[in-house]
């Protein structure tokens, strides 16, 4: 198993950043794929960014590509998410996500593992 924590929420205003971060703990962190999603009341937990193991390829939701950047430090088991120009419709709560099998990066369904989530806020 792994364990998964987040931190980094808060609140802002919008076209402000944020940075979110996901200490893995438990087991080999190069052999996860790691993801984020996001949440708000009432709705589906929905993709956000994903990246692969070895951090050669990322993927966005059309929503947040050229705003936000994922990224990840193996040695330090760690990954990260950047916000930049930060929406309202960006709140939720965000929560990291790994998972150690092949499978479309985009499905909460696929990810094995979740954190407890953080939550941000962006004020207008």
């Known amino acids: 198993q792994v364990q998964l924590v987040e931190s980094g929420g808060g609140l802002v205003q919008a076209g402000g950043s944020l940075r979110l971060s996901c200490a893995a703990s438990g087991r080999t962190f190069s052999n996860y794929f790691m993801g984020w999603f996001r949440q708000t009341p009432g709705k589906e937990r929905e993709f956000v960014a994903a990246i692969r193991r070895s951090g050669s390829r990322t993927y966005y939701a059309d929503s947040v590509k050229g705003r936000f950047t994922i990224s990840r430090d193996n040695a330090k088991n760690t990954v990260t998410l950047q916000m930049n120009t930060l929406k309202p419709e960006d709140t939720a709560v965000y929560y990291c996500?790994?998972?150690?099998?092949?499978?479309?990066?985009?499905?909460?369904?696929?990810?094995?593992?979740w954190g407890q989530g953080t939550q941000v806020t962006v004020s207008s």
């Open positions: 996500a790994a998972r150690e099998w092949a499978g479309d990066p985009y499905r909460s369904g696929n990810y094995e593992y």
